[in-house]
């Protein structure tokens, strides 16, 4: 089965770094990538549609001076928290999904915690 | 637009028992429709997913699920409940399955398993 990595699984960072998270298609080329948050207890919030050598779509409300999307290849993609601040704590998912595919695969995601 | 509702935010069952979480979407277009499942740190793995084929969808660890367009109703069931089918469980809709399309992802159901 297609098999989708993040890196790292989890982050502890001071207010005010940034914090570059990849997320890889291990046995797939994955011409399209998403980014998902998840706070505890809820569902998962799209925050950005990452299409391989184009720029991010971002959804209504994500800054994307401040989560840059890199899909520089077609198994990598990566996410960019810039000058993080405790409430971008969460937790970060991402998916792949190839062309003309009908299953997105979700990584394992990265629990950040901006202290 | 689409949106999913799912009723229950917990659902106990004692083990053995049958499984029944409940979906409901909108869509003004025929819908594609997902049922994952997460555990506790980890990423979304694909359940099943119905794609306009057959109503009655059979997914890994004996779930299925029915549409009923009806109802606006992708229920998910298991005869038998196991202790490992405690989790996380979110319904998801799309409209359209190409490598540009969203997922909607309901506010997930947390299933526990009573011994």
């Known amino acids: 089965g297609a098999v989708v990595s993040q890196h790292p699984s989890w982050v502890i960072c001071k207010s005010g770094t940034s914090v570059k998270i990849e997320c890889r298609s291990l046995d797939f080329q994955a011409t399209t990538m998403f980014w998902y948050r998840q706070f505890p207890k809820q569902s998962l919030m799209l925050m950005a549609t990452?299409?391989?050598?184009?720029?991010?779509?971002?959804e209504q409300g994500v800054e994307k001076d401040k989560f840059l999307i890199n899909h520089a290849s077609l198994t990598l993609s990566t996410l960019t928290v810039t000058s993080a601040h405790p409430e971008d704590s969460s937790f970060y998912i991402c998916?792949?999904?190839?062309?003309?595919?009908?299953?997105?695969?979700f990584g394992p995601g990265t629990r950040l915690t901006v202290l | 637009a689409q949106s999913v509702t799912q009723l229950g935010s917990h659902v106990s069952v004692s083990e053995g028992a049958l499984v029944l979480l409940r979906c409901n979407y909108s869509?003004?277009?025929?819908?594609?429709l997902f049922w994952y499942v997460q555990y506790p740190n980890q990423g979304l793995q694909l359940l099943l997913k119905y794609t306009s084929a057959a109503t009655l969808v059979k997914g890994i660890n004996g779930f299925e699920a029915e549409f009923k367009k009806s109802e606006t109703s992708f229920h998910l069931t298991k005869p038998s409940a196991h202790m490992s089918d405690a989790a996380e469980y979110f319904c998801?809709?799309?409209?359209?399955?190409?490598?540009?399309?969203?997922?909607?992802f309901g506010p997930g159901t947390s299933l526990s398993v009573i011994p």
């Open positions: 998916s792949a999904i190839t062309s003309g595919g009908d299953t997105q695969y």
């Open positions: 990452s299409n391989e050598g184009s720029k991010a779509t971002y």
């Open positions: 998801a809709v799309s409209d359209q399955i190409t490598s540009y399309d969203k997922v909607i």
């Open positions: 869509s003004s277009v025929p819908p594609y």
